[in-house]
């Protein structure tokens, strides 16, 4: 582990004292480079802190916009849409080039502006992670251990559950959590147990987890520490170990897995934009439901985001938070996008943002 990477940090441009604002950051010198390089921000829900959080740069400093959503978890992006599950909502959002440099409140400053679009209420089911397919949204239905389908017919509709779960109920069994998509299609799944009484997962909860292939229904590897975040990148299935923060690389057909970097946190969401993996970290609270974990007794964990090059497996950068913000739960890469702006639901300009197939504007607000 490079000691440089996750130890010498500096300010991040965009906020000043520690003690004045939320979201302090500090970052490593080459962070901000390393993000306009590569021509992209960054996206990231906390659901401790009930935000989304977007870190773009300018080639020198970095830009960090918090913006208010009901506990987000599982995130996604596909072209310009981006969908979040929340406590009990999936908010589908859509970003419109015209309508960043033109915002009433700040004109000039945003390249480009999330806006809300669509909100399916799914009752509060605990969704864990979501990814579009060709048919719309599906997620990680970790409350009732299953995936399902997300769209305006039903709360959910589940079309696939573990072949050791006896019955659809609201009792986080198994704690379904992670989802690996291959050409648009589930390929893996991640659970903290294959266990089947309600909330029997947390006795195991350190070694009892879980790698499944979603078409065979075979477990591909067990007595894992807390896996999360599945994701196929080259043809390569990785994966995230929370309790250990760990990344590895799994071989399916030899039933293990290699060890690419061992990180200081609770490590959960990841995003690979060309050969760079953006990983989260998170300290964990003592309240938390992992609180009595080995991991988070140490003293050196940090909540923020690692850099890897993912061919070599070397640590190219970091940010971490100093406030506001101890747990990450998934991270986006937004290509393309030096400085995007979005906007939550908790105010109503987002309601004068009107996008039309051929052109988008701005509408006045009415006066009293």
Same mark, same amino acid.
């Given at each position: ?5 996750? +130890?010498?940090?500096?300010?991040? $441009? ?30 990231? *829900?906390?659901?401790?802190? $009930? ?40 908010? @589908? ?5 015209? =309508? ?10 945003? /390249? ?9 209420? *799914?009752?509060?089911?605990? =969704?864990?992670? #979501? @990814? ?33 779960? *006896? &019955?659809?109920?609201? &009792? ?14 589930? !390929? ?7 266990? /089947? ?5 947390? &006795?195991? !909860?350190?070694?009892?987890? #879980? ?5 065979? !229904? ?10 999360? *975040? ?24 030899? +039933? ?5 970097? !061992? ?20 300290? =964990? ?16 964990? =940090? ?13 190219? $950068? ?9 747990? #990450? ?14 906007? $939550? ?24």
């Amino acid at each position: 582990m490079s000691t440089d990477i996750l +130890g010498n940090h500096q300010q991040a $441009g965009a906020v000043n004292s520690p003690l004045a604002n939320p979201f302090t950051l500090h970052h490593t010198p080459e962070f901000p480079e390393l993000l306009a390089a590569l021509d992209c921000s960054l996206a990231i *829900t906390t659901y401790q802190a $009930g935000k989304i959080l977007f870190i773009s740069s300018n080639g020198e400093k970095l830009n960090l916009l918090p913006r208010t959503f009901d506990t987000p978890m599982g995130l996604t992006i596909d072209g310009s849409r981006m969908a979040v599950a929340t406590k009990s909502e999936v908010v @589908v959002l859509a970003h419109n080039p015209e =309508m960043g440099p033109t915002y009433p409140k700040q004109p000039g400053v945003y /390249d480009t502006i999330y806006m809300p679009r669509a909100i399916y209420f *799914t009752g509060a089911v605990a =969704m864990h992670d #979501i @990814v579009f397919d060709s048919d719309g949204l599906i997620g990680v239905n970790t409350l009732f251990s299953c995936l399902c389908r997300i769209d305006a017919d039903h709360s959910f509709t589940p079309f696939w559950i573990p072949p050791f779960i *006896t &019955e659809l109920s609201g &009792e986080d069994r198994c704690h379904l959590n992670g989802l690996a998509v291959e050409n648009g299609k589930p !390929k893996y799944v991640t659970a903290l147990g294959a266990t /089947d009484t309600a909330q029997g997962w947390r &006795e195991g !909860k350190l070694s009892g987890g #879980i790698l499944m292939d979603v078409n065979s !229904k075979e477990i591909i590897l067990n007595e894992l520490p807390m896996p999360h *975040t599945p994701r196929i990148y080259n043809e390569k299935l990785y994966q995230l170990l929370s309790a250990t923060g760990e990344l590895v690389k799994v071989d399916c057909g030899a +039933g293990k897995y290699d060890v690419i970097q !061992k990180l200081p946190g609770f490590v959960r969401g990841m995003s690979l934009h060309g050969e760079h993996l953006f990983v989260g970290l998170s300290r =964990m609270r003592k309240t938390h439901t992992f609180g009595d974990l080995e991991l988070a007794q140490r003293k050196d964990l =940090m909540c923020g985001i690692v850099v890897i090059h993912l061919p070599t497996g070397a640590l190219v $950068g970091s940010l971490r938070f100093l406030n506001s913000c101890e747990e #990450i739960y998934d991270v986006q890469v937004l290509p393309g996008l030096k400085r995007p702006g979005i906007l $939550g639901l908790g105010t109503e300009i987002h309601k004068l943002g009107l996008s039309l197939p051929d052109r988008s504007f701005w509408a006045r607000e009415k006066e009293n």
